[in-house]
Structures are given as structure tokens and as C-alpha cells.
């Protein structure tokens, strides 16, 4: 053990840290998609070739092999929108978010969710964070638009025909209206939430998402992550809670800068 870590450069645990965090990134943007899914497809054919090599099933070894030949192909035709969505994502790192962009988005939706629940009008605001929702995008009806407290509102009003279902907001944008959510399977979830806040349930379940909703029968605001949800907001808490939440850290420089130094 010593002696490989005599013989390990920097440059070799420089290299491992690369390869760790492009891996990460790649499980984000997969995480919550079809990709994940198919992606466990490859891997259990990948364990039956090598399983079919062992036992000679000579047949299936031979198919698999020659799908498995072509497999970088097969690769980039399947995964080609989250490859591209992978993509646009380079250059942009944790440390470069728009703090003040953020504010306004919440300072819209809070606005929003307190409009909502004076007037006793249900909302699901789906709001995007690390894992991408991109099936749940594709099946929606798209907005892509500038985010607005005036915009919400609209899409909630009982007489709007995209009312039922759940808003994705992604940054400063209104991705999607009308959008269908997963809804939980939690057995121990009160059986006096509706279907609004099994859905608000659902998603932070399989995703990150922070899951803002108003109940239209009690005006409640509830605030959903990772599957627990906190009920009975009043404004000043909602809006404390999506800061915390979403506002980015500031990457503090103050202990390198000490370091540096010292040296």
C-alpha cells in the first residue's frame, strides 16, 4: 500500500478527481430519464454476454457480441438529446450562477403562491434545480417563457385550459404548463392530501426539484423536497426557505488566499 502511494503523482489523483466529477455530472443529467433506465438495459445485456461467454452459449454469446460491436453507435442515436443537452451544459460550473437572477425567480413565484392562496386558487410550481426534467418537459405543453408572477397567476386561473397539472420553472423561465407528475406511492403520506401534493410528492421524490404548492380548498402553502413536505408557509417563511434552498454559495476564496500565504 505504501509503495503505490509513493509512486502516485499528482497528476494521477488530478486525473482521477476529473474523471469522478464528469461521472457525476453525467449520473445528474441522466438521473430521473428514460437514460437511466436504458442505461441499466446495456448494462444487464453487457453481464449477459460476458455470462453467456462463461456458460458457451455460443448463439447469444455471438448476437450479443455483434450488437455490443456497434455499441458507441447505438449509444449516440438513443441518448442523442441528452448527450446535446450534456452538451450546452459545459463551461458552466457551480461557482457562476446568477445570484441576483435567482432572487427575482423566487421573489416572482412567492408573489405568485400568495396571490394563489389569498384567492383560494390551487398551483404546483415544479422548480428545476441539479437533475434535469426533461420527460416530464417533453410531455407538456410548452411556455418557455420569461418567468413572471403575472404569468403564473394566468396559468393557474380555473378558466385557463392549462390550469390542471404542474408548472416547471427552470432558472428565470416558465418551461411548461399542464405538466403530468408522477405521483407518490409513499403508503405513510396523509390520506387528506390531494392529488396536487401527491404530485408535488412524487416528483421530489425521484428528483431534486423544490415543489411549491397551494391547496385551493385550505389556501395553505406547502414547500416539498426529497419527499417531505412542509405545510402551512406564510410568505416570509416560503420565501427564507427558497433562498435556502436556491440561492447559490458564494465560493469563499478567504482560506485559500490564507494558505497561499503561508507558503
Do not use: C
Amino acid at each position: 500500500m505504501l509503495d503505490v502511494l509513493k509512486t502516485l503523482r499528482w497528476q494521477d489523483v488530478v486525473d482521477i478527481l476529473l474523471v469522478s466529477y464528469i461521472i457525476y455530472r453525467i449520473i445528474l443529467i441522466i438521473k430521473g430519464t428514460r437514460a437511466a433506465q436504458m442505461l441499466i438495459g446495456i448494462g444487464i445485456l453487457i453481464v449477459v454476454y460476458f455470462g453467456a461467454r462463461e456458460l458457451e452459449f455460443m448463439t447469444l454469446y455471438w448476437l450479443l457480441g455483434m450488437f455490443l460491436s456497434s455499441i458507441f453507435l447505438v449509444i449516440i442515436i438513443v441518448f442523442q438529446r441528452d448527450i446535446r443537452r450534456a452538451l450546452t451544459q459545459v463551461g458552466q460550473t457551480p461557482f457562476t450562477k446568477n445570484t441576483e437572477e435567482t432572487a427575482d425567480s423566487i421573489d416572482e413565484i412567492v408573489h405568485a403562491a400568495s396571490y394563489l392562496a389569498n384567492k383560494k386558487i390551487g398551483g404546483l410550481i415544479v422548480i428545476e434545480r441539479e437533475t434535469g426534467l426533461k420527460d416530464y418537459v417533453e410531455s407538456s405543453h410548452i411556455i418557455d417563457a420569461k418567468l413572471s408572477m403575472e404569468l403564473l397567476v394566468s396559468l393557474f386561473q380555473t378558466g385557463s385550459p392549462l390550469h390542471d397539472g404542474g408548472v416547471i420553472v427552470h432558472k428565470d423561465r416558465i418551461l411548461t404548463a399542464r405538466s403530468v407528475l408522477p405521483l407518490t406511492r409513499n403508503p405513510f403520506i396523509s390520506k387528506k392530501l390531494g392529488t396536487r401534493h401527491r404530485a408535488a410528492i412524487g416528483i421530489s421524490e425521484e428528483t431534486d426539484a423544490v415543489v411549491v404548492v397551494v391547496s385551493e380548498e385550505t389556501s395553505q402553502i406547502s414547500l416539498v423536497l426529497h419527499g417531505g413536505i412542509t405545510s402551512g408557509l406564510d410568505i416570509p417563511s416560503l420565501n427564507n426557505r427558497l433562498e435556502a434552498i436556491l440561492t447559490p454559495k458564494e465560493f469563499d476564496t478567504t482560506k485559500w488566499k490564507n494558505w497561499l500565504q503561508r507558503k
